[in-house]
């Protein structure tokens, strides 16, 4: 899966049939809202065997709560490589303004702490 984004607005289509995980998506949302509090970086890692629905939940947070955001990133973690090119295409897409050198990830890292946006 190709690492995508688009501002205020998921680029993937709603699951109309997603259902439940309230809870998740709450813990979430405050997790996230806590991290922006406390004037750091916020993070969530949703972790678990392959098939629970970590992507749809991902994918529905996004879309409930786009307008909180000026920024939507799906990364696939799998293979370092793999992780590398998606950092590689974030930092294809970030304002040119962003320094990008041999780094990419570190760079991109950088670039996601210091915005103001």
């Known amino acids: 899966m190709a690492t995508r984004w ?9 699951n109309r049939h ?3 995980r309230d809870a998740l998506l709450k813990s979430i949302r405050k ?3 806590d991290g922006q509090s ?9 972790l678990g065997t392959a098939g ?8 529905e947070f ?5 307008e909180d955001y000026d920024w939507q990133f799906l990364v696939t973690a799998g293979a370092e490589k793999d992780l590398r090119d998606e950092f590689t295409s974030i930092a294809n897409r970030i304002p040119h303004s ?5 780094d990419v990830v570190g760079d991109v890292i950088a670039w996601l ?3 103001g946006i």
């Open 18 to 20: 997603f259902v439940g």
């Open 6 to 14: 688009k501002s205020r607005t998921c680029t993937y289509r709603p």
């Open 113 to 115: 702490e210091t915005t």
């Open 31 to 33: 997790r996230l809202l």
């Open 38 to 46: 406390q004037s750091v970086p916020a993070s969530c890692l949703l």
């Open 98 to 102: 962003a320094a990008v050198s041999k």
């Open 52 to 59: 629970v629905g970590k992507t749809q939940a991902a994918l």
């Open 62 to 66: 996004c879309h409930r709560y786009a």
